[in-house]
């Protein structure tokens, strides 16, 4: 089977409000990060299936003889989902040199594209291709890297496929597919998160579905269709952190202080609702200064919550004082315990200020990003529309 070529690209997440509160019913919102993955699917006449993951060092090639073997009958259902076929995952972890419990991020990043690959092709028409994917997320950090990786697989290959068609006009740079179609990426995607995660929420893949911001309460996932863009500065403190432990220390200190801790989840579901009208009346009025000022008193309020809950750490108090310093205001996302942290940057904050921010940041052994939250998911590019070093990127592959 002939399949096109394709540029395709998925945005990361950070959590804006409610990280730890949503575990136990409260709102969350989660937003896309403008940190994309790329992805190339380029097809080839070598009999071959080539995967190229610069970012974790991993590359792969195999026969297309040898990976028909594993594939069961069940595959090529290109419009529907089925649930997760264990026996394939196992055949494919074999197949990948995962055994005796390897759950190296690009063993399970291997298996998540060559499950989706062979259920949607089927054991007949297996196509030659060759895979090439780089990203601006850094991997491990709480931004969704796998889950963009993810819905990139899923949108390439059911696009490949057949199964959805290529949203890309001649004339157009990038293209985003209609709701049905993004709801079957979006499914497909959540396997692959399955397959690496094991038991994911659905929020990263949605966000890199669907980017902007979405609700997430007690499991249901809603795309919110307006949101501002809002500019900000990402950090990663590099403390690494077990966000297992973390939420079992949010609850210990739950069945310990019933009656302080649950009044501040109670307040974090209200920040981000509070949040939430704030953004949607910044889409229908005259954006103004206020509207920040409530912005920044919701994040100053929201990290202090997060400390209370015990998931804050020095490095994150670090990252809050440089920036106060400056006047601009932070917390962390995501788990805690060091990870990843975002500042609001306002309209009117002057470039300087964010560079020597960022430079300060730095000096604290800090990786920093400028970059802005609730931008589009995932999309089709031209190759004019790909950034010029990340298209020499993919193309070196």
């Excluded at 991993?58 to 090529?76: A, I, N, R, Y």
């Excluded at 990038?174 to 038991?199: K, M, P, V, Y």
């Amino acid at each position: 089977m002939y399949v096109k070529d394709l540029f395709v690209s998925a945005p990361g997440k950070a959590i804006l409000h409610g990280e730890h509160a949503v575990v136990h019913g409260k709102v969350a919102l989660a937003v896309s990060l403008n940190l994309r993955t790329y992805l190339r699917l380029k097809a080839t006449t070598s009999g071959k299936v080539c995967i190229n993951l610069p970012n974790i060092d991993t590359f792969f090639s195999c026969e297309l003889s040898d990976l028909k073997q594993l594939v069961p009958s069940s595959c090529g259902k290109r419009d529907e989902v089925q649930r997760l076929d264990a026996e394939l995952v196992r055949k494919l972890r074999e197949f990948v040199g995962a055994t005796n419990g390897n759950l190296d991020p690009s063993k399970m990043a291997l298996i998540a594209f060559f499950y989706i690959y062979v259920s949607l092709f089927g054991s007949s028409e297996l196509p030659s291709l060759t895979l090439s994917v780089w990203s601006e997320l850094p991997t491990g950090a709480g931004l969704g890297s796998s889950a963009a990786f993810s819905v990139s697989v899923a949108a390439a290959l059911l696009c490949a496929s057949g199964a959805i068609p290529c949203p890309l006009k001649e004339w157009d740079h990038t293209a985003r597919w209609c709701q049905e179609d993004l709801e079957l990426i979006n499914s497909w995607a959540f396997q692959g998160e399955t397959i690496i995660h094991g038991n994911p929420s659905g929020v990263d893949n949605a966000v890199g579905t669907w980017g902007g911001m979405l609700r997430f309460l007690a499991g249901k996932i809603i795309p919110l269709s307006r949101v501002p863009l809002l500019r900000i500065l990402l950090t990663n403190t590099k403390v690494p952190r077990s966000t297992k432990v973390l939420v079992a220390g949010v609850k210990d200190k739950i069945n310990k202080f019933p009656s302080i801790v649950t009044p501040v989840l109670d307040s974090v579901d209200a920040i981000s609702c509070t949040c939430e009208k704030v953004l949607s009346d910044m889409t229908c009025e005259p954006i103004t200064g206020e509207h920040y000022n409530i912005l920044e008193e919701l994040i100053d309020i929201n990290q202090h919550h997060l400390n209370v809950m015990g998931v804050g750490h020095p490095a994150l108090d670090t990252l809050c004082r440089v920036t106060l310093a400056r006047g601009l205001h932070s917390k962390l996302t995501g788990a805690g315990g060091g990870g990843c942290g975002i500042t609001l940057l306002r309209p009117e904050t002057d470039s300087s200020v964010v560079q020597s921010t960022a430079q300060d940041l730095r000096d604290c052994g800090f990786d920093c990003w400028e970059t802005s939250i609730g931008g589009p998911g995932v999309q089709q590019h031209s190759t004019v529309s790909v950034k010029e070093e990340i298209l020499e990127i993919l193309n070196r592959y």
